[in-house]
Structures are given as structure tokens and as C-alpha cells.
């Protein structure tokens, strides 16, 4: 007998919100034959958390802590993207030690989610090892990012007009260690990975992309350069001094599954070389501009200057006031392009603050993604193009 000769009549499924893969916040409506998706619907936005509008009530600087949750697996990044935002529309100048410190944190959050991306991604294929490989390194980076800001998941580190504190005196020797142990686990998981058949079989040619289609959904970071588009915030508009770092942008062919793998493993390398010359720049110096509108006075001033202590007064009470404006900042963040658009009213608060995070466009083309292929597969579709669902929150 054949296929055909089973008269059978398509099942609707719901795949998450309680599903593992699928976060508690993620759902899909999928109509199923057999095993196989024909046709599904995405839905998003369980969190609603309203962090655009909560921003509106706040200052400028009450805004960052929101930030912290947005891609909660690389939350550094964040803070910076909005910080640079804000800078953007006050015309203030970050010091040079503030600026490399920036670009260092970034580097070591796009590693730890890719590491997370990878890791978890695995575990959805059945493979439990590679997983361990990696969060034991990313334990270490935690650990790292813990000491310089005090916290691991809500850093709150990045400051308009700099960060928060210099780093702790060990750090750069901490440092050096961790990159070692993230290019020796990275090397392991990829040998065990690569070539091996299973692997292979569940991501070549598993949902691909074309280049031209992945434009059109606004895909952006290592799911677009998987198609070989190699756009890159970093490259193309740079920010923090990233045009003096020699660095490559890694793509893919295909833009499957196996791609995205590809592309994320590259691109650890690729940070870490970030890193490395980034150390070689650290020159002692200040983490904070010296520009009143956003900065406190020194203690000594405000002792002893009614200048110096208005101005702290007025900074504590009120926050910043940016110009009447509008401002649209981008940064390379882990899953792509991580946009902040802002506009000013000329008060201590923003008028309004609109975020455009990577993962949206990427799970609003999920469903194209997952359509012909069999339910299996869809959940390691999910875990290649990682989508974070404090990103859909609208």
C-alpha cells in the first residue's frame, strides 16, 4: 500500500506556551499531517512586561534596568544599545577606556548566547554532552560579569556617559583564562558536531532561507549572514572604535539550520579575537565622561562649589534632559540588529522609546520556516534562529 492509500484527516496542535522548547511564552498553532507541519500560525507576546511604555513613566537613566530584560542571555548589550542611544541625543563623547570596555562586554555577552544558543540547540537534537561543554565556560564568563557589576543576569553596568565602575584589578588576567577555555570548549563541541551524521542529517537542508526572503522578513545578525549576506552593524556603521578592530564577518550558503550552527561557532572565534586586541588597547583612564549633563560633579566640587552641588542636586533628582529630538541608535547585538528609536520632549523623561529587537522578525517568519517539515525538526528550527521572548514583547 501506499502513503496515499491511508485515508487520514489533518490534526490542529498547539505547540507551546507549555512545551520546553517553546519557553512558557511561545506559541504556534500547527495544522499537522501526521508528523509533518502543513501550515501553522505564530503567536507572541505573553511576557507583558510593556517595558516601551513603562519607559515613558521613568528618567532616562530609571529606563536602563529595563533593558536588562530584553535579550536576557546577553542583557550587557542592551545596556549599551540604549545608553548609546541617549548619548546620540545629547551629543556627549564617552572616554576612550569606557568605549573598550563597552566593546569587551559585548564580545563576552554575544559569546555566551551563542554558547547558550548552541548548547540548548543540541539538547532539542538529542545530544546532551555538548551542552555541558558549554555552560561550564559560561559559568566562568558569568562569574566574571558578576565581579565587574555585581550581578549576573540584571547587570544594570552600562551608564550614560560610560559604565558604571572601572574594572576589579585582576580582571584583565581573568579574562585572558576565560577566552582560553572558550576557544578549547568551542573547538571540542564543533569536533563532536561537524561531521557527525545525525547532526548532519537533522540540519542540512532543514529549513532554509534565501537571501532575498530573509531581507524581506528584516532578518538580521547570524541568521541573516547564514544566506551569505554579510551585514553587520559592527562593519557597516561602526560604534565603540569597532572600525580599528580587525575582525571578519562569517557567513553561510544555504542559510539552514546547518548554517546557523556554522555561523554561531565563527563568530565565538571571532569575538574572542575582538577581545584579545581590546585587552591590548585598555589604557588607564576614566570610565565616566566629564560632561555635567549627564555625569555627577567629582565630591570635592560639591563640598565646596554651589555650582557643582546644584548641578548634583538637579542630575539625583531629575535625571538628564536631552534636547527636544528624535534619535534612532543600532547596535550588532547577538541575534542581529538591536535598535533604539527615542524621542525627546525636552523633559527628564522620554516622550517615547521604541525598541526594535532582532528575535521579532525572526519568529514572525517561523511559521514559513517550519512548514513542510516534520514536527522534530521545528523544534531545532526554533533553537537555530534562538529566539529570546523578552524580545516580543509589544
Request: hydrophobic share 35%; proline share 6%; with cysteine.
Amino acid at each position: 500500500m501506499s502513503e496515499g492509500d491511508f485515508k487520514t484527516k489533518n490534526m490542529y496542535l498547539n505547540i507551546g506556551p507549555s512545551h520546553p522548547t517553546m519557553h512558557g511564552t511561545l506559541r504556534i498553532f500547527a495544522e499537522m499531517d501526521g508528523e509533518r507541519i502543513v501550515s501553522s500560525v505564530a503567536e507572541m507576546g505573553y511576557l507583558h512586561r510593556g517595558f516601551e511604555k513603562h519607559s515613558e513613566a521613568g528618567t532616562y537613566t530609571q529606563v536602563i534596568p529595563y533593558t536588562d530584560r530584553l535579550n536576557y542571555v546577553s542583557p550587557l548589550m542592551n545596556n549599551v544599545g540604549y545608553c548609546m542611544a541617549v548619548e546620540k541625543l545629547i551629543g556627549c563623547e564617552i572616554p576612550e577606556r569606557a568605549q573598550t570596555i563597552r566593546v569587551i562586554i559585548c564580545e563576552l555577552s554575544r559569546i555566551t548566547d551563542h554558547l547558550v544558543c548552541i548548547g540548548t540547540n543540541v539538547v532539542d537534537l538529542g545530544a546532551l554532552t555538548n551542552f555541558w561543554y558549554y555552560f561550564n565556560v559560561r559559568e566562568k564568563i558569568y562569574d566574571f560579569i558578576e565581579k565587574i557589576c555585581g550581578a549576573r543576569l540584571t547587570t544594570n553596568y552600562t551608564r550614560i556617559g560610560g559604565v558604571s565602575r572601572d574594572l576589579y584589578p585582576e580582571a584583565v588576567a581573568e579574562l585572558a583564562a576565560i577566552i582560553k577555555d572558550v576557544q578549547l570548549a568551542t573547538k571540542e563541541v564543533r569536533g563532536l558536531l561537524e561531521r557527525n551524521k545525525i547532526f548532519v542529517d537533522r540540519t542540512l537542508g532543514i529549513a532554509p532561507i534565501s537571501q532575498e526572503e530573509a531581507i524581506n522578513y528584516g532578518f538580521t545578525g547570524p541568521c541573516l549572514r547564514a544566506t551569505g549576506c554579510d551585514y553587520d552593524v559592527r562593519k557597516s556603521e561602526p560604534y565603540c572604535g569597532y572600525e580599528n578592530y580587525d575582525f571578519d564577518i562569517p557567513v553561510g550558503e544555504d542559510g539552514d539550520t546547518y548554517d546557523r550552527f556554522l555561523v554561531r561557532f565563527e563568530e565565538i572565534n571571532q569575538s574572542i579575537r575582538i577581545i584579545e586586541q581590546a585587552i591590548s588597547k585598555l589604557r588607564p583612564g576614566p570610565v565616566m565622561t566629564s560632561d555635567r549633563r549627564v555625569a555627577l560633579p567629582p565630591k570635592a566640587e560639591v563640598y565646596t562649589n554651589i555650582e557643582a552641588l546644584m548641578n548634583h542636586f538637579k542630575l539625583i533628582y531629575e535625571g538628564v534632559r536631552p534636547p527636544p529630538g528624535e534619535v534612532y541608535s543600532a547596535t550588532e547585538a547577538a541575534n542581529g540588529e538591536l535598535g533604539f528609536y527615542i524621542v525627546s520632549d525636552g523633559s527628564t523623561n522620554p516622550y517615547r522609546v521604541k525598541c526594535r529587537p532582532p528575535c521579532f522578525p525572526l519568529y514572525a517568519a517561523y511559521p514559513r520556516l517550519v512548514n513542510g517539515v516534520m514536527l522534530a525538526d521545528a523544534i531545532a528550527v526554533m533553537g537555530s534562529i534562538n529566539i529570546i521572548a523578552g524580545e516580543l514583547d509589544r
